[in-house]
């Protein structure tokens, strides 16, 4: 079966180079939503946490759960809440506050510009009032940047708008909480990082999104696909491969097809414009549920080794690539 290999050094240098701009690897949150877009949640974890991070950001209670052992908090970011001393709960509406159990560790996010979650910064203090009546635990206050990866005038614009929603929970009486709204292209881009958290992604798996004109801070791929051979033959030229036969031998060729196809999470794609594999191989034809064709004969061969690269050819971005690679896929850590 295809499988994946997880660079422990890179994902180490990583993390290194947001230590760099935080300050401290204390102030690292690993977000590992998506099954840590899509390396692996297990693995991942386990790495972070032996490199010494303490915080963890999760989608659901269930990813929490597999990893609460490792980490000396999780932010869990949707779903039902239950009261832990360990996770907290993102408040994303004023609809959640009422369906929070009393005594529940709870992170308020702000919408400051995004409009996607969070509560509107007019709703504010109705909010930390009804926390206060319920008797939740207020822990933190977030927001999520829209453009930070944008050379404009709005991640300005939405830290000045945080700055104000840190000010009136202040004025609220609540203290001891902690304030974080850098995501991974927004501390790449900073350079007075002055917050308690920051909640590193795709930064941490190797991939810098932002445009050339920023600083240039080089980060290191962690995963890399590879698929196993399955079966070869040699044809004749003028035969056609794979489904449709969209890809006809010019000559006599070794074909061998692999395990890896779009039941995978690989990109289907477009058969005349073919995706090159990370060893300059051309994938011949159609892509299939399961299988790819490619002229050699070798037992494995790398598929991907650099997301961000392989996300150009499909038009899209490094998270797509990997979140989008079945759980089922064998990882291990090298």
């Not at 869990?76 to 994303?92: D, H, K, Q």
């Not at 203290?175 to 917050?195: C, G, M, Y």
Request: proline residues 3%.
């Amino acid at each position: 079966m295809a499988f994946i290999t997880l660079d422990r050094e890179n994902f180490y240098h990583n993390l290194n180079q947001i230590a760099l701009k935080t300050g401290s690897k204390e102030k690292i949150a690993i977000v590992l939503k998506d099954n840590a877009y899509g390396h692996g949640l297990a693995p991942m974890a386990k790495m972070a946490s032996e490199f010494g991070i303490r915080h963890a950001v999760v989608r659901n209670r269930s990813e929490a759960k597999e990893i609460g052992s490792l980490f000396e908090s999780i932010l869990i970011l949707g779903g039902e809440a239950v009261p832990s001393e360990r996770f907290s709960y993102a408040i994303n509406s004023l609809d959640d506050i009422g369906s929070i159990p009393e005594g529940t560790n709870v992170e308020l996010k702000v919408d400051t510009g995004m409009h996607r979650n969070g509560i509107s910064m007019d709703d504010l203090p109705s909010a930390l009032e009804e926390i206060g009546q319920k008797k939740l635990l207020l822990t933190g206050v977030m927001t999520h940047f829209r453009s930070a990866d944008v050379l404009s005038s709005e991640l300005f614009w939405q830290r000045k708008q945080f700055e104000e929603v840190k000010e009136i929970v202040a004025e609220a009486g609540f203290t001891r909480i902690r304030v974080h709204s850098h995501n991974s292209a927004a501390i790449l881009r900073s350079k007075d990082f002055d917050e308690d958290l920051v909640r590193v992604g795709i930064a941490a798996y190797g991939y810098n999104e932002l445009p050339d004109i920023f600083d240039d801070i080089t980060l290191r791929p962690v995963l890399t696909l590879h698929a196993k051979r399955v079966a070869s033959r040699t044809l004749r030229g003028g035969e056609r491969v794979g489904y449709g036969g969209m890809f006809t031998t010019p000559e006599k060729m070794q074909i061998t097809t692999y395990d890896l196809g779009y039941g995978d999470g690989w990109p289907r794609g477009e058969s005349d414009n073919p995706y090159l594999t990370a060893e300059g191989l051309p994938i011949l034809g159609r892509i299939s549920m399961d299988f790819i064709a490619l002229e050699t004969d070798r037992e494995e061969v790398c598929i991907m080794d650099d997301a961000q690269k392989a996300a150009r050819h499909f038009n899209t971005i490094s998270y797509e690539m990997t979140t989008a690679l079945s759980p089922n896929i064998d990882r291990s850590i090298v």
